[in-house]
């Protein structure tokens, strides 16, 4: 039974899902999907902390969203990808980007 998930944004060209289940007393990390990026990724990024769906945090979501600055809301836009954690499956389920923004977040000056 899968008990955490990690989504990985160290590769250039897709994003792995991760998936811990516990076996035989001892927590094991596998991959257990991968869905590819977008092919133009100019002016946008992945985020796949704190994005919610359907103004819901219940399950993990992954998204790209285009580049902002410091006047941008507290929550920006998918920019028409995006896809959900499914679980106990361990696979990622594209969803309708429309319903799916992320917390806006600005580094310092």
């Keep these: 039974m899968p008990c955490a998930t990690f989504i990985s944004v160290f590769e250039k060209d897709s994003i792995p899902l991760f998936v811990a289940s516990d076996g035989d007393g001892k927590v094991q990390w596998r991959i257990t999907d991968k869905v590819a990026l977008p092919a133009d990724m100019t002016n946008?990024?992945?985020r796949h902390e704190s994005c919610r769906y359907n103004e819901s945090f219940r399950k993990p979501v992954v998204?790209?969203?285009a580049y902002y600055d410091r006047s941008?809301?507290?929550?920006?836009?998918?920019?028409?990808w995006a896809y959900q954690v499914e679980l106990p499956a361990g696979n990622?389920?594209?969803?309708n980007a429309d319903g799916v923004d992320c917390l806006a977040q600005v580094g310092e000056d």
């Excluded at 941008?72 to 028409?80: D, E, I, L, T």
């Excluded at 990622?92 to 969803?95: A, N, P």
């Design 44 to 46: 946008k990024f992945v």
């Design 63 to 65: 998204a790209v969203v």
């Design 72 to 80: 941008a809301p507290q929550f920006v836009k998918a920019a028409g």
């Design 92 to 95: 990622f389920v594209e969803i």
